[in-house]
């Protein structure tokens, strides 16, 4: 009978966080403590996105362990203060880590983007320790793309170095897409003169070594997708949706980005698109979370209340009185900017969408992978995306028998959604008009057929298991 496993987990991000990465942490943990091993979390004890919020030092439930470490997040008001975080946490789980006894697995994200140092100093003190490595974003190549260091910066090199160490270490690597799973195999891959001037540009295009050299590290790399948060998730009605009903969007069309907000996953063009249809009065954008990139929103919404309020911008005559002008206001489409809901609310707040969303940075295609899109189809909702023609988004919202026809028509790229490149505002706006004049049956024929991919190929219960075949039984 197999000794019974030990497993250690490393996240600066766990529940009750809200933050994705924690969410699906914790999913996992949960999973792993399903089959009879020991777990412990190591984890910030104060929140990611607001540092003002603390959680409990010590928690054990659902069979875990989660111990929340001090001086380990400060939120992101500047890159020093982040860097500081990150290495005292990360010296806290190293610490940990060594004298943890009769631990026989680890598992580390990128969360911090240097939690792989963890894997790789404890690892070598511990060599019979079974290391794995779940890839939900790939630095430094986001931080140079964009613009926070130089391809040649010292901490770029230093990091792109532990990427390639952390990767020969790791028995198991999970990467969330086929594009994230080549930039990997590219690094692994990657000759010593090539090294810091690829970084910023992981040639997911580039010639690969040949097979045979490449069936050690083809092995380790297995490409699981983020699962939806099945126990959170249900399809609400519209007509049952107190969220909805609260928000006053009865009758709107509510076209809504949920989640983080990140300077990846641009939403210029949706914003421009919701300004240049501000006089349709079908139309609520609403805008649901956190992050650096939440401030293009509140710009905006700001610019459209100022003209709005602006007499000289009207022809027609302007209200004479405060009520009437805040209804006049009301009466205009309008883009709405919300913080994160909670866990408990989100099967209301993603449902009070019509359409949902899912952004995808041009340069970033295989480096950040939204998981966003998994809980809009699995709810029934379309999606707008955006971003380059090749991603894994376009894997999702184009038909699978592609493969079969010389070109993909408008009308199969329409079957879950619309595909929408950034910068094409002017198709966006077309797509929006087009979703919110459907009618009531093609709306729902549509949500049905999103919900149907993503019970087949996204289903939480296969993937999860998927993700424990992976970390429970590792390729030697």
Not at 18 to 43: H, R
Not at 203 to 225: N, R
Not at 356 to 368: A, K, P, R, T
Request: proline fraction near 7%; aromatic fraction near 6%.
């Amino acid at each position: 009978m197999p000794a019974p496993k030990n497993f250690l987990i490393i996240t600066q991000v766990f529940s009750p966080d809200p933050a994705a990465v924690g969410q699906y942490f914790d999913e996992a943990a949960q999973a792993i403590a399903g089959t009879g091993a020991s777990v412990t979390v190591l984890t910030a004890n104060r929140g990611y996105d607001n540092p003002d919020e603390r959680f409990a030092a010590k928690e054990d439930r659902d069979g875990i362990q989660i111990r929340r470490l001090p001086l380990s997040s400060f939120g992101k008001a500047s890159i020093p203060v982040r860097i500081f975080a990150q290495l005292s946490f990360l010296v806290q789980c190293i610490l940990r880590g060594l004298f943890t006894p009769k631990l026989t697995d680890l598992l580390v994200s990128t969360s911090p983007p240097m939690a792989a140092i963890t894997a790789v100093i404890i690892g070598f003190f511990r060599p019979k320790l079974k290391v794995h490595y779940w890839v939900m974003d790939i630095n430094p190549d986001q931080a140079v793309i964009l613009g926070a260091f130089k391809p040649r910066h010292p901490l770029v090199l230093a990091l792109d170095w532990l990427n390639r160490r952390i990767l020969k270490r790791a028995d198991s690597v999970i990467a969330l897409d086929r594009f994230m799973a080549k930039r990997l195999l590219a690094k692994l891959t990657q000759k010593t003169e090539d090294r810091g001037q690829r970084t910023a540009k992981a040639p997911v295009g580039a010639p690969a070594p040949q097979p045979s050299a490449l069936k050690p590290q083809v092995s380790k790399i297995t490409i699981i997708p983020p699962w939806p948060m099945d126990d959170y998730l249900e399809t609400v009605p519209h007509a049952e949706n107190t969220f909805r009903e609260k928000q006053g969007w009865t009758d709107k069309f509510v076209v809504m980005y949920s989640g983080n907000h990140s300077l990846v996953h641009p939403l210029d063009t949706i914003l421009d698109a919701a300004e240049k249809l501000k006089d349709d009065p079908r139309f609520v954008f609403a805008f649901i979370g956190g992050g650096k990139g939440k401030q293009a929103v509140e710009d905006r919404i700001r610019k459209l209340e100022e003209g709005d309020l602006r007499p000289e911008e009207h022809s027609s005559p302007q209200p004479s009185s405060l009520s009437s002008q805040v209804s006049a206001l009301e009466s205009q489409p309008s883009i709405v900017s919300l913080p994160y809901q909670p866990l408990d609310q989100i099967k209301y707040s993603l449902s009070a969408a019509d359409l949902h969303i899912v952004s995808l940075g041009n340069d970033m295609s295989g480096i950040v992978h939204p998981c966003k899109i998994y809980g809009a189809l699995s709810i029934g909702r379309p999606v707008l995306t955006l971003g380059p023609k090749e991603s894994y988004l376009s894997d999702i919202i184009k038909k699978e028998d592609r493969s079969q026809k010389s070109e993909v028509s408008q009308e199969t790229d329409r079957a879950i959604g619309y595909a929408i490149q950034h910068g094409d505002v002017d198709a966006a706006v077309t797509a929006l008009k087009a979703a919110a004049g459907q009618t009531q049956e093609e709306r729902a024929d549509m949500g049905q057929h999103a919900q149907q991919i993503a019970t087949k190929k996204f289903g939480r219960t296969q993937l999860v298991q998927q993700f424990l075949t992976t970390v429970l039984n590792p390729e030697d």
